[in-house]
């Protein structure tokens, strides 16, 4: 049973370019979420989609960041005209069911991550 | 202002001896806990998880304690290897969070044999 995958594992784009960043959650789940690690910091929330749906964007920029997770295929986290600043590891767990206060279960299986570097 | 702090400074401990890593929140209501371990270039993996009216939970040489008065939680690695060498996160599930899991930014363990 394959774990979360994500692609690529490495990702260097210039300036102004763009970034797509890919995930395949385990096979059962159809909650996704993505996250963002800076150097030295925590992982920062930015979306949570199930299949077809945006849930939860509270933690996405509003501008050039969009993610969608489709009926078939991965998961895309989009980054258009990238800038220095979004130099990060991006990371995407994924669940069988929603967080809740109910389940003695409740956890995210994570992904290796990708490694956006903007030059 | 909401804050989940973890020690930013890396832990050195001797193999053998007894891990303690800390988790403080401010003004969170978390419904639970979780605590995560990252290696270099990985992603975290889930360690255990602890419920607000849960004082303590064992698994294996793991143990984690959760004060909701102190608004704390401790996190034991007993009888460390240089194995356990990690980042160790925490994550805190608030009531009013909706889906979103908050994490702390995480302490280095280093465990010399």
């Known amino acids: 049973n394959a774990g979360v995958m994500q692609n690529p594992r490495h990702l260097v784009r210039r300036r102004g370019q763009e970034a797509r960043l890919r995930c395949s959650p385990m096979?059962?789940?159809?909650?996704v979420y993505w996250y963002r690690q800076l150097p030295e910091e925590g992982l920062k929330f930015m979306v949570y989609l199930q299949k077809e749906n945006i849930i939860d964007e509270s933690g996405m920029p509003k501008e050039r960041f969009s993610a969608e997770f489709p009926k078939e295929g991965p998961s895309i986290l989009r980054i258009q005209q990238v800038v220095r600043g979004d130099s990060a590891a991006y990371f995407c767990?994924?669940?069988?069911?929603?967080?809740?206060?109910?389940?003695?279960?409740?956890?995210?299986?994570f992904g290796p991550g990708t490694r956006l570097t903007v030059l | 202002s909401q804050k989940i702090e973890q020690n930013s400074e890396a832990l050195n401990i001797q193999e053998g001896k007894t891990a303690t890593l800390t988790c403080n929140y401010t003004n969170y209501s978390p419904a639970y806990l979780q605590w995560y371990r990252q290696d270099p270039g990985r992603g975290p993996v889930f360690l255990l998880l602890?419920?607000?009216?849960?004082k303590e939970k064992r698994k294996e040489r793991l143990k984690v304690t959760f004060d909701t008065t102190l608004k704390q939680s401790l996190f034991h690695i007993t009888a460390s290897q240089p194995a356990d060498s990690a980042t160790y996160l925490c994550?805190?599930?608030?009531?009013?969070?909706?889906?979103?899991?908050?994490f702390g930014g995480g302490t280095r363990l280093m465990v010399k044999p």
């Open positions: 096979k059962g789940h159809s909650h």
């Open positions: 602890i419920r607000e009216n849960e």
């Open positions: 767990a994924s669940s069988p069911r929603a967080l809740s206060l109910g389940s003695q279960t409740d956890t995210q299986y």
């Open positions: 994550a805190l599930y608030p009531y009013n969070a909706g889906n979103m899991l908050t």
